[in-house]
């Protein structure tokens, strides 16, 4: 029997969406980045990560961690079929599907000993690479010899937030399917086992000791996914009735059965809009689609020259907006130029002033007040133009867009 895992940190996983659950990768290329997401919420991303000295095996890898993906998504919707974990995806040119990243690491072979050690490098080599997303969990496939003996993957994370690692030492246990692998590892990234779980092995591993049919039992027999079971009994970790962590309850599984709702954001002017977790990063307005109840926290980023104005709808003024989802939502963001252009006078004898004193432009979004002074023997009829529902002497009109004003001075 080989045994799984060595390091369980209490743990919070990301999982595949059910876009993600065909088999094969229909992306091209390697990149040591996370594409743009195709995918809303918290999510799983798939690395595949080789030693500085290692083979590059990318072509024919990503092939088989797509596939992989596919069967542990596959699988949990047998054992769940309500939910299933949310993979990150990216748009290719042959389609969507997961995003794999591939990353060559700095260290070569020799530096990973022990399962132990060698998860800790891993993961903070590929957290100093940009993998580090709060709400991202990582599923690694470490193409590289044994780090450890008879030790098949490693993974730890919480609960609650990311980002956790999940890695798959693909040459530490040749006769255990590599899908039964990570999906061992990625339920440790996820949170499990949590604290009160009843059959926790007395070791303090994170692994429950009732059945080896679990597929989270802290050894394998080589049987494949298929025949293994997500919490047996149910009362350890998944779909539980007691009243610690629930891994069924994870931000991380995608609702199979429940409704997405759209988010609309319209952009006007120059700017972006992005979320505090994956989904949204727009250019343009655009929709996107989330599972339901999601609460998202937007950005305005204003492009060169330009300055944020505010939100409307849900949200008002200029600091973030958060949404709660639980329904079809529209949010405009608005942009201006950091300039805006001023064009003041007067009809009749008189003057118009403005303080700060005002030339052919301002500072958009500046606070300005206009005062119309009549000269001897005139007075102050009307404003028109920005002010011209503005009855006194004195306007402040906006500044956000332009500055039109014209006061109107007849004789007494």
Avoid at 259 to 288: E, F, H, K, Q, R
Avoid at 352 to 377: D, E, I, N, Q, Y
Avoid at 386 to 410: E, S, Y
Wanted: include cysteine; aromatic fraction near 8%.
């Amino acid at each position: 029997m080989r045994r799984l895992l060595i390091l369980a940190v209490v743990a919070g996983a990301l999982w595949a969406a059910p876009g993600a659950l065909a088999a094969g990768w229909c992306g091209s290329g390697e990149t040591d980045v996370d594409r743009a997401d195709a995918t809303t919420g918290p999510q799983i991303h798939a690395i595949w990560a080789v030693p500085a000295d290692g083979a590059d095996n990318f072509a024919t890898g990503a092939g088989k961690l797509a596939d992989d993906l596919a069967s542990v998504g596959s699988w949990w919707a047998t054992q769940d079929p309500t939910r299933v974990p949310r993979i990150d995806n990216a748009v290719f040119p042959g389609g969507t599907c997961a995003d794999i990243s591939f990353v060559r690491l700095p260290l070569p072979t020799a530096a990973f000993a022990g399962a132990s050690t060698s998860f800790t490098q891993v993961s903070y080599e590929l957290a100093t690479d940009g993998f580090a997303n709060t709400h991202k969990k990582y599923l690694v496939y470490f193409d590289g010899p044994s780090v450890d003996t008879d030790v098949c993957g490693t993974g730890g994370g919480s609960f609650s937030s990311g980002p956790s690692f999940a890695v798959v030492w693909l040459g530490g246990c040749p006769d255990v399917p590599d899908d039964s692998i990570a999906a061992h590892e990625l339920l440790h990234a996820l949170g499990a086992l949590p604290d009160g779980a009843p059959h926790a092995c007395p070791d303090g591993s994170g692994h429950p000791c009732d059945s080896p049919q679990d597929v989270l039992y802290p050894y394998s027999s080589g049987a494949p996914l298929s025949q293994l079971v997500l919490d047996v009994n149910h009362d350890d970790y998944y779909a539980h009735s007691g009243s610690w962590v629930d891994i069924q309850d994870s931000a991380w599984l995608h609702l199979l059965n429940a409704p997405t709702v759209p988010l609309a954001v319209t952009i006007a002017g120059a700017g972006s809009v992005s979320s505090d977790m994956p989904g949204i990063s727009c250019a343009t307005s655009c929709t996107t689609r989330w599972d339901s109840p999601t609460t998202v926290v937007l950005t305005g980023t204003p492009g060169p020259r330009a300055r944020f104005v505010g939100w409307s709808g849900p949200c008002t003024g200029v600091s973030d907006c958060t949404v709660s989802l639980g329904a079809a939502t529209s949010v405009r963001a608005t942009f201006g130029p950091q300039r805006v252009p001023v064009k003041i006078g007067a009809n009749g004898k008189g003057a118009v002033r403005c303080t700060p004193v005002c030339g052919k432009s301002f500072a958009g979004g500046g606070r300005l007040t206009l005062r119309a002074v009549p000269s001897k023997g005139w007075k102050f009829v009307r404003w028109t133009g920005d002010c011209a529902a503005v009855r006194g002497l004195t306007c402040r009109p906006k500044t956000d867009f332009h500055v039109t004003a014209r006061a109107t001075f007849r004789k007494r």
